[in-house]
């Protein structure tokens, strides 16, 4: 096609469309016209309609998993983290948590300087939400670690929303309840919001468990009652957004604050100071200031993202001492600066399509101060960090263009370098491949190399303390209460990692439903262990850290980092995601469909070979019969109009009903030159791509992509969904195309849960998540022993299962919701030191489930004013089999270290909330 326009018609499209989309395509030209826009109208161009929807990310690997606003409407949650944590099984990375176990969030499509920007903000006001693989954070300026979390946010929302929380444990002994306002309101292209949360959480003591502690104090028969297995404590934080879209610069800034303070207190047991017997408490203090702001704009033909993050931390820790009066204090101060520059452009074109090209810039300083009354000296570091890096995405076979024999394929490279302070120059460097041989099906595989220097928390923390802490000594088999130590270690060194990461993602023939299966081969060495677990395995490769006094028995551990010479692990994941429609009809909408009732038919068989009650199809056969006998008329008279359909007919009569020449002959000119016979080809290629779940952006020619851009060169959204509402409404039901088979990708047939006829119904979804763990290794020194830590010789943080699943699914019907989440664990083991009374530990796996059932009573009682309004009422079922994870020594004993009421001393726990919305 010549040129491809959103507001110009081609009376080719109109020639194949059913007579109800012809007028809609047609009443937008006319719209066009009337609002004075310029007529680049030519051969074998289009006009379409349809609303406006901004914000997709329009990459050229599938989504991992999505969710519309109906979706989301089925989590319950009562804002944008808490669809986070419940689409945490589509969210968790691939290489063993390189990335620190969080995703990269966008906005919009546009990357944001923190998610403090949205955190708080509703649900409801949320459009769709899109889950990427790790590949796809290279785009925005950040490694291949992290998956990354498009949220698509609505153009239209106002509400205040006033929500309260009241939780206990079914075995009681403590409760928690937490308040929280919330203000937010899009519009006109701007947002404001304001949040105010509080939370406070109760004392629970071993006493309250059914401990008994014996105490040495004279006088003192039991310790239980002053040692806590949850801290008393409360936080406060405020938060400030305000965003705003500059329309006439193409810009856009975003602007954040937040502000918290967090108190806890904990019981560690008793000290006799010589003149009063009084509880040993650990008193926390940390009080937050963050400062947020992000800037975006275009830069001639690139697209430019400057992002700038504070955090200002104060943390004081009061640790009493353990034999004498009076307290130790251990302070920390934190001052971080992160900011990062992103220029993305498209600098060359290829055969296949357009290189995307990203350039990132960041200068990073943080610095932490610690002090400790236990020390001679305080101490502080200093981090200034400078990086840059690129990262290209080169196609290399497109669908029915370049190489189109092999599907779609496309290279993605990266490189950059850092430069730190304490550290010197770090480098690193990927390469991948992203193919996709048929339609429904992608493959990644991704090479990674890595620098990395440890955090400045893991170098500087101050030391703290802690007395009394129940230990399982592996050398005696014995339970002990010894001192743990943690804090920082200043000779830590920097990592070098070595991965692969293979991926398969695979649309199922299922109502919208997807399979994701990664593969990852984790290598690194000078490997920094931030937090150790006390093993056998951990003293025989750390003895130091270890003490003992003469007869052996365990007195204290130091947990403070370490460094490993050389970690080798393989992880294995299947992702399981699935969204539809509980009952309803096909015209109800359903899956991806967006069907609706409403939507117009055109009579049967117009161009298509669909029955009374079935949408017609696009009939390439009869199409061309009928551009046949229309071209078969004299140049010089008038065709037979009765052949096209009732929409076009209507395009090409006067007011008094008569063929008008100057249409007709136009439309001659476009349906049967030899421009015209090609045209319709390549329209049915362009619908075919276009209409795709999600639409194969990478199979549409060069000049439509250019003129779906926006001055920023990104896909304009508004655009292409304009170009899909009408291209791929020709059907009649304004939904996706029939997919093979002749069925929607949304339709009942499709979809298990759905059912014919009625209309109405509800929503569902399911994200299920299993990893298998293939190998987990350490070596302490080049040909020294190595630690199998699934074997349970494990140095880090507890025993490691080789299993483990989590499940997140829910449905929302009618105003009534529930939410199930699930955890497994499966089974572990942490080895014993070999030596005559050592034994070894046995984990049981463990399977819990959280239930959250809530109605919207509003809808439940149709009150479209009044109190009830917009009110939903909440059930919580934490753990609701009151699961626990056995373990046992090798005698079947369970150790009073590992006893289930300290691993988990909470058990079931219920909740209510109630939330109103105005």
């Known amino acids: 096609m010549n040129s491809i326009r959103i507001a110009a018609v081609s009376l080719v499209a109109l020639g194949w469309a059913t007579g109800a989309q012809a007028q809609d395509v047609a009443q937008a030209a006319d719209a066009a016209s009337e609002t004075g826009e310029e007529d680049l109208t030519g051969p074998g161009t289009i006009v379409v309609s349809g609303e406006r929807i901004r914000g997709q990310l329009i990459v050229d690997q599938p989504p991992v998993a999505e969710y519309d606003s109906e979706d989301i409407s089925a989590f319950g949650g ?61 785009r925005f300026g950040y490694d291949p670690d992290q998956r990354v979390v498009n949220i698509v946010l609505k153009n239209d929302y106002s509400a205040l929303t006033l929500e309260g929380e009241l939780e206990a444990p079914a075995r009681g002994g403590y409760w928690r309840n937490e308040e929280e306002a919330t203000y937010l309101r899009i519009a006109d292209g701007a947002r404001l919001n304001f949040n105010l949360d509080f939370e406070d959480t109760s004392l629970l003591t071993e006493a309250e468990r059914g401990f008994t502690v014996p105490s040495a104090i004279p006088g003192v028969a039991d310790e239980a009652p002053f040692r806590s297995l949850v801290s008393d404590s409360w936080q406060v934080e405020g938060t400030a957004n305000y965003a705003r879209a500059f329309i006439d610069s193409g810009s856009s800034l975003s602007l954040n604050a937040t502000a918290s303070r967090e108190e806890s207190t904990g019981l560690s047991g008793l000290r006799d100071t010589g003149s009063a017997v009084e509880p040993i408490e650990r008193r926390r203090r940390t009080d937050t200031l963050s400062l947020g702001a992000a800037y975006n704009r275009s830069i001639g033909s690139w697209k430019a993202t400057f992002t700038s993050d504070a955090v200002l931390a104060n943390g004081d820790t009061e640790i009493d001492r353990r034999n004498a009066a009076g307290f130790d204090t251990a302070e920390t101060r934190t001052r971080t600066v992160v900011n990062k520059a992103t220029l993305t452009g498209y600098p060359v074109e290829l055969p296949a399509g357009e290189v995307s090209a990203t350039l990132d810039l960041g200068f990073d300083w943080k610095r932490l101060e610690s002090s400790d009354t236990r020390s001679a000296s305080d101490a502080s570091i200093t981090r200034r960090r400078f990086d840059g890096g690129i990262n290209l995405n080169i196609p290399i076979a497109r669908r029915g263009e370049a190489w189109g024999a092999i599907g779609n394929a496309s290279i993605n ?31 990644q595989v991704t090479r990674i190399w890595r620098e990395a220097a440890p955090g400045i928390s893991a170098l500087g923390n101050p030391r703290i303390d802690e007395f009394n802490v129940p230990v399982f000594d592996f050398a005696t088999g014995q339970d ?42 984790n290598r690194s060495r000078d490997v920094t262990l931030s937090s150790p677990a006390f093993t056998a395995a951990f003293e025989q490769a750390f003895p130091d850290r270890v003490t003992r006094d003469a007869g052996g028995e365990l007195l204290a551990i130091d947990r403070r980092p370490v460094t490993l010479y050389e970690t080798r692990s393989r992880t294995l994941s299947f992702g399981l995601s699935m969204r539809g429609r509980i009952g309803g009809s096909d015209e109800s909408g359903g899956g991806r469909s967006g069907r609706s009732g409403g939507s117009r038919r055109g009579p049967p068989g117009e161009f298509g ?72 080809g390549r329209f049915a290629a362009l619908r075919e791509a276009l209409c795709a779940e999600p639409p194969r ?78 190998q987990n290794e350490v070596t302490l020194a080049q040909g020294g022993p190595v630690f199998d830590q699934l074997d349970g010789y494990v140095l880090g943080s507890g025993a490691i299962p080789r299993h483990s699943t989590r499940l997140e699914g829910g449905m929302f019907m009618d105003g009534y919701g529930a939410r199930l989440s699930g955890n497994y664990l499966g089974e572990a083991v942490l080895r014993g030191s070999g030596l005559p009374g050592s034994s070894d530990l046995f984990f049981g796996d463990l399977v819990t489930f959280d239930l959250r059932l809530f109605a919207d009573l509003g809808q439940i009682l149709k009150r479209e004013e009044g109190f009830f309004k917009g009110f939903r009422v909440s059930f919580v079922v ?11 020594d090798a005698n079947g004993d369970v150790p009073d270290a590992y006893d289930p009421r300290r691993i988990d001393p909470v058990g079931r726990y219920l909740g209510i909330d109630l939330r109103k919305m105005f």
Request: aromatic residues 6%; negative net charge; contains cysteine.
């Open 413 to 443: 490279l990266s490189a950059g370098a850092e430069d730190l302070s304490d550290f010197g120059s770090l480098t690193n460097w990927t390469a991948g491949l992203n193919w996709s041989p048929v339609e429904k099906l992608n493959l």
């Open 609 to 680: 070979g669909g029955g009374e009650n079935e949408a017609p199809r696009f009939d390439p056969e009869r199409f061309a019969k009928m551009r046949e006998q229309f071209c078969a008329a004299p140049a010089t008279g008038t065709p037979d109009l009765s052949q096209l359909p009732e929409g076009m007919r209507a395009r090409l009569v006067d007011a008094d009903g008569n063929p008008d020449p100057a249409r007709v002959e136009m439309l001659r000119q476009r349906l049967c030159s030899a421009d015209g016979e090609a045209d319709v």
């Open 697 to 774: 952006i990478d199979a549409l020619p060069p000049q439509m992509l250019e003129r779906l851009r926006g001055e920023d060169g990104e896909i304009d959204q508004e655009r292409l969904n304009q170009f899909r509402a009408r291209i791929c409404a020709v059907e009649g039901t304004g939904g996706p195309p029939r997919g093979e088979g002749g069925q929607r990708g949304g339709g009942a047939a499709m979809n298990p849960f759905a059912r014919r006829g009625g209309g109405g119904g509800g929503r569902y979804f399911v994200n299920l998540n299993h990893t298998i763990a293939l």
């Open 78 to 138: 009562s804002s944008i983290a808490d669809i986070i944590a419940a689409i945490e099984p589509s969210t968790g990375g691939a290489r063993g948590g390189r990335g620190g176990g969080g995703p990269v969030f966008l906005v919009n499509g546009i990357r944001v300087s923190s998610p403090r920007e949205f955190r708080s903000y509703p649900p409801e006001s949320i459009a769709k939400i899109e889950v990427f693989a790790e590949e796809v954070a290279q």
């Open 878 to 888: 934490d753990n609701i089999f009151d699961g626990q994870r056995r373990v046992v």
């Open 480 to 521: 002990v209460l010894a001192t743990v130590t943690t804090g920082g270690n200043p000779n830590l060194g920097a990592e070098t990692q070595s991965d692969w990461k293979l991926g398969a993602n695979w649309e199922l023939p299922l109502d919208g439903a997807r399979l994701q299966v990664d593969y990852g081969i």
